[in-house]
């Protein structure tokens, strides 16, 4: 029988088909069939070569290529079908290579429904273990009657927890934030319905090393803020917040002395006060009003209650009517080194103001939404 070389030149190895293939008076079809066998053939051994390249990486590559592998999604719940745990499925070597780096363990979503809990805890213990100590990025889901089995599961990483996203549904209650001793950033979303009580009480004393808090959904009054400890937020230093009148602004600014970037929107109405208030650290501002329930922000104040020194970026958005006098003003008080100013969607202003921002600040970034209104 003849023979090829199927590590040769495929086009003499085609050729050598062909060639035995006239000889032995080959049909057509049949000599078809077989130059796709070959190229099967070839495609195999390319295939092997680079597979057995792959299996010999060495470890601190493979390594790196796994940590590509993780989802992007900031959380995911541990499933067979999702790295990391599918890569301690594939081979031994994998598996003790994924199980052997903590930083494939660090991120995980968990939920605590009806069913078999035990099962799952098991596996969310089993997972966290594999961190060995690094610190933690954890989303929690807050059902009802659910506090006591999640403390008992997370208790023993408590010292690693540093970023917890917290979702509230209807009837869970409250989590005791200052136990996440090592909690550096915080996120609270909300679902459904009477959570309120549950969210105030969690917040109402934040944890000492804590310094980014967002409030994504629930909208805080001046009352609301009122009733936290006064010292409870003095360590935050980023801040995102809903608000219902802008007379918490002043309040949010007194409780967060240390407070270095804002983004507040919601409901503004008129501040009523005679006092300014300055406050030295906070550098970036970002302000979004609802223009269907919202006074103008010419109207409401805004800029003759504050004295920000150190402001190097303001946006603003959906606020109505600019305040441009106001503002101006606000500016030679403040004797800020304002870097950006952005006027997004829902700001009238005119042409003649934002000229009149580029003479007068030349090292300012500019930037207006073409969309935006003018008058």
Known sequence: MQSFNSNGDSSATVQN?????????????????????????????????FSSAFWRLPTEILAQIFLYCIPETEHWTPAPYL?????????????????????LWRRL?????????????????????????????????????DRTELRSLLQPYVDQISSLTLEFFS??????????????????????SDYELAVTQSIAQLPFNLRSLQLMDLWFDLEMLSGFNPLAWAGLTDLEIVVVGLDSFPRLLRSCPNLSSLTMSGIFTAIETSE??????????????????????????LFNAIMLPN???????NLGQWAHEEFKEFMTRSKCPLETLIFGGGV???????????TLFPSLDLTADPMRSTF
């Open 83 to 103: 790295a990391p745990m599918l890569l301690t499925t594939v081979c031994q070597r994998w598996r003790e290579v994924a199980v052997d780096m903590p930083d």
């Open 109 to 145: 979503r968990l939920e605590v429904r009806e069913g078999d809990w035990q099962q799952r805890a098991f596996c969310y213990d089993s997972y966290l273990k594999r961190s060995r100590g690094r610190q933690l990025s954890l989303t929690l889901e807050c059902h009802n009657n």
């Open 171 to 192: 009837g869970a209650g409250a989590l005791v934030m200052s136990d996440f001793r090592a909690l550096e950033e915080l996120v609270i979303y909300t679902h459904g």
């Open 311 to 317: 402001l190097r970026s303001l946006e603003v958005r």
């Open 276 to 301: 300014t208030l300055a406050h030295d650290k906070l550098q970036s501002l970002r302000i979004s009003g609802d223009l269907n329930y919202s006074d103008s922000i010419g109207d409401i104040g």
């Open 348 to 358: 009238m202003t005119t042409d003649q103001q934002l000229a009149e921002y580029a």
């Open 17 to 49: 088909i062909w060639e035995v293939s006239r000889k032995n008076g080959v049909s057509y079809r049949r000599r078809q069939l077989v130059e796709e066998n070959v190229k099967i053939v070839q495609s195999n051994n390319s295939h092997r070569e």
